[in-house]
């Protein structure tokens, strides 16, 4: 049975960080590409970050570029999202989701493992 867990969210101020956590357990960790991605009250889910399976490519939303980074340990099954310079505008509930292959600069259509969320607040 597969299981995706994100931790790691909670309010902070505009200005601040957060490091979203995400650990996979019940597949083979490196078979996937991950990625995070953040639905906002009223709004559709979006892309925030993906990263192949061994770490070395990475792919950001233009929104996030230059203040989140994406990066993965295999050795712990784990996902991390470090972001900096928050904004309110980056409030949302982020999700980590698992998927085969590599889309490069493109957002995987339908990723086959997604967790339950963890909620980021950012305040003004």
């Known amino acids: 049975q597969v299981q995706v867990v994100e931790s790691g969210g909670g309010l902070v101020q505009a200005g601040g960080s957060l490091r979203l956590s995400c650990t996979a357990s019940?597949?083979?960790?490196?078979?996937?590409?991950m990625g995070w991605f953040r639905q906002a009250p009223g709004k559709e889910r979006e892309g925030v970050s993906t990263i192949n399976w061994s770490g070395g490519s990475t792919y950001y939303a233009d929104s996030v570029k230059g203040r989140f980074t994406i990066s993965r340990d295999n050795a712990k099954n784990t996902l991390y999202l470090q972001m900096n310079s928050l904004k309110p505008e980056d409030t949302a509930m982020y999700y980590c989701?698992?998927?085969?292959?590599?889309?490069?600069?493109?957002?995987?259509?339908?990723?086959?493992?997604w967790g339950q969320g963890t909620q980021v607040a950012v305040s003004s």
């Open positions: 989701a698992a998927w085969v292959g590599w889309y490069g600069g493109r957002w995987p259509p339908h990723p086959k493992y």
């Open positions: 019940g597949l083979t960790f490196d078979d996937y590409a």
